[in-house]
């Protein structure tokens, strides 16, 4: 009776699987503050791309390693990087799955900032919509279905929407992380993809957690700018952002589940302190029940496997 009259539920096709690819093979393997998840080669990543499309999941975000790094980021959007065969090779084999490719320079910089610096060492907004731009074209060009911006620059919807459409790219979607915030959350990720900034913080083109209304304000930027599907990250401090979202926009809302939210669930269940598929169900179902029509979680393949 109770599942006959349940408000919300949690459909796998909903959720997106994050994938991290080397270029390097020496360096995947498993990634030791995120339990269960690893770096995959190229390969590595098309095996995994066809066991979670047999697992009943639609789609995929890609996160490119490079073998080497510079200040300006060049192997992002180089046509042969890691993320651009990454893709070619996913929709060679799995036509009908979504390929999703976060944009942003923090795995490509040797300073591990997200966008390019100017001489004092600040981060240049203009110069990195620059590179943005041209790397989301690479992207579109290797068959890339969604490209996801998550660098927070002002204007980089309105630029790579415009350079998308130019070269007749009209159908390649634009995810914003419209809303992302200088977070706590974020340290396992920053392992995985070697994107530690090695100097200062990102906090000057991150959120302020404490703020809300600001973070509908970037929505409704990206919103006009062309933005197909806007974001909230992280997710679980954060829900009261997807409710406003949700109740104000018309457009898809993404969430974040992000990388410290998944250790710290993984951690707590490793030392038999909670049960961990209830509380992921629980945290799943809370998303949906916040206004998330699209979840990002490294629980994606677990919980897909436990629903069948």
């Known amino acids: 009776m109770r599942e006959l009259v349940r408000e919300h539920r949690i459909d796998p096709a909903q959720l997106v699987q994050p994938l991290f690819v080397v270029e390097n093979p020496k360096d995947a393997g498993p990634i030791a503050s995120m339990p269960g998840i690893e ?24 996160f490119g390693i490079p073998e080497t790094k510079d200040a300006a980021a060049t192997k992002n959007y180089d046509p042969a990087g890691i993320v651009q065969q990454t893709a070619r090779e996913i929709k060679n084999a799995l036509p009908h799955m979504v390929v999703i490719a976060d944009l942003c320079n923090c ?10 610096l100017n001489e004092l060492g600040d981060v240049d907004n203009d110069s990195t919509v620059e590179v943005l731009t ?9 068959g890339v ?32 992380y419209s809303a992302k915030y ?61 409710r406003a979202a949700r109740d104000r926009f018309d457009l898809p809302i993404a969430l974040y589940n992000v990388s410290g ?9 490793i030392n038999g302190w909670i049960d961990e598929e209830r509380a992921v169900h629980e945290m799943l179902v809370s998303f949906a029940r916040a206004g998330a029509n699209i979840v990002i979680t490294y629980f994606a393949k677990e919980y897909a496997a436990r629903s069948r």
């Open 39 to 62: 770096r995959f080669t190229l390969q590595g990543a098309v095996h995994e791309a066809r066991t979670l499309d047999a697992l009943g999941l639609g789609a995929v975000l890609l």
């Open 134 to 142: 041209r790397t989301a074209l690479t992207y579109a060009r290797s």
């Open 182 to 242: 200088a977070s706590a959350f974020y340290g396992p990720f920053r392992e995985a993809a070697g994107s530690t900034p090695q100097f200062g913080d990102r906090r000057t083109y991150q959120m302020d957690p404490s703020n809300g209304r600001e973070a509908l304000r970037e929505m409704a930027l990206d919103a006009q700018e062309g933005a197909d599907i806007l974001m909230v990250k992280p997710a679980l401090a954060y829900l009261d952002i997807v």
């Open 145 to 176: 279905d969604v490209v996801a911006p998550s660098d927070m620059m002002d204007g980089r919807v309105r630029a790579i929407r415009e350079a998308l459409d130019a070269e007749d790219f009209e159908e390649t979607a634009i995810m914003s």
């Open 107 to 116: 795995e490509y910089t040797d300073h591990g900032h997200c966008g390019i």
């Open 261 to 269: 939210e998944y250790s710290m669930i993984k951690a707590a269940a």
